[in-house]
């Protein structure tokens, strides 16, 4: 993706994926945390006791924010030093 070529299955933005796809399918299932129950319980901050779904949800966007920066870090540095993609 972008001219950033994958080496290995060790690579960063690999792990970011995959890790990001496993905790959020898990958050996905229905039934799995009380907010599919109580939509409101998604507004209570990740601070407070019990609140495992909402922490997880915050986690998998960060990882997910590290996937896409990633590339696109990339991208910016090889374009600053004129390098083509």
């Known amino acids: 993706m972008y001219g950033y070529d994958i080496n290995s299955l060790d690579d960063p933005c690999i792990k970011a994926a995959d890790e990001s796809t496993t905790m959020g399918s898990t958050l ?3 039934g799995n945390n009380f907010v ?5 319980l998604g507004r209570i901050p990740a601070w407070v006791p019990g609140t495992t779904a909402v922490r997880s949800a915050a986690y998998v966007k960060r990882v997910t924010e590290e ?6 870090e990339y991208v910016q540095k090889r374009f600053v030093s004129g390098i083509k993609i």
Request: proline residues 21%; glycine residues 0%.
């Open 67 to 72: 996937m896409k920066r990633i590339p696109t």
């Open 36 to 40: 599919d129950i109580f939509p409101a």
């Open 28 to 30: 996905l299932l229905p």
